[in-house]
């Protein structure tokens, strides 16, 4: 993880209640839960070394990189193409 990703190359999941910045390699740098007035849970934007960060990640045969969708109102990270079906999250 880069010390500080640029906020460019992060999305934001959320449920109009709460609402998290995910940066393109699927770590989520920030997010203040349940409600947006909340104390942040995951604060790694501001303090990269002792504001806690959540990463969901596969390791993928190959050396294949994962496939990140962005949409309007969603994320969806793409971790596994394999025989048996995809791994989304």
Known sequence: MSAYPAIADHG???DFQSAALMSSDGTIDW???PRF???SVFASLL???RGGYCRLSA???GGQEPVVVAAAIALDEQLDRAERGDADV
């Open 12 to 14: 934001m999941p959320g």
């Open 37 to 39: 007035d909340s104390p």
């Open 47 to 49: 303090d990269s070394e």
């Open 31 to 33: 997010w203040c839960a």
């Open 59 to 61: 390791h993928l045969p």
